[in-house]
């Protein structure tokens, strides 16, 4: 398989790029990564599709013979055992693209991410306004959920009145 080099701006425009068994793959990559990280957004980094939470959740790439997948050094070492079928290093493992993807697995890295990130970065900041070490209160469910909520738009509210008002 040969990829064509650009930069994509998109993950839509980067698996657009691949012929359609591995468009499929990417497809579904994306897809689990999305039903288990619903408050990630999508962006290319690295000239990857990336979703990030707080900072870079994961990463996936297509290659010649494999489908890389980057939950970062945390990741693997939580899942080290379950990596032992494939090719894995500190920060990534290949998914053989003539086998078909571990889903359950990546499902379970992707979570164990969301949940990582939350603890290590998604804690609500005592001083500054949100997008700098703030809140992403969607991971929270039920009463804690609803009063991060509560206290990331009255933090939200208070750096917005701070701004000058434009003339």
């Known amino acids: ?21 591995v468009r499929k793959k990417l497809t579904d990559v994306r897809n689990i990564i999305r039903k288990n990280a619903p408050g990630a957004t999508e962006r290319i980094s690295y000239q990857m599709p990336t979703f990030y939470l707080n900072g870079n959740l994961v990463h996936f790439a297509a290659y010649t013979n494999h489908i890389g997948f980057y ?28 086998q078909p993807l571990p889903t359950d697995l990546i499902a379970q890295v992707v979570r164990f991410r969301v949940r990582r990130e939350f603890a290590t970065r998604g804690k609500v900041m005592s ?9 992403h209160s969607d991971l929270a469910g039920g009463l804690l959920g609803h ?7 009255r933090r939200t509210k208070n750096c917005q009145l701070k701004q000058p008002v434009p003339r």
């Open 127 to 135: 001083r500054g306004c949100p997008g700098k070490g703030g809140l």
């Open 1 to 21: 398989m040969k990829r064509r080099r650009t930069a994509w701006t998109d993950i839509d425009e980067y698996i657009a790029s691949y012929p359609p068994p």
């Open 147 to 153: 009063i991060l909520t509560l206290i990331h738009e």
């Open 71 to 98: 939950p970062t050094p945390s990741g693997i070492q939580a899942f080290e055992k379950e990596f032992s079928d494939y090719s894995f290093s500190k920060g990534s493992v290949q998914f053989p693209l003539g």
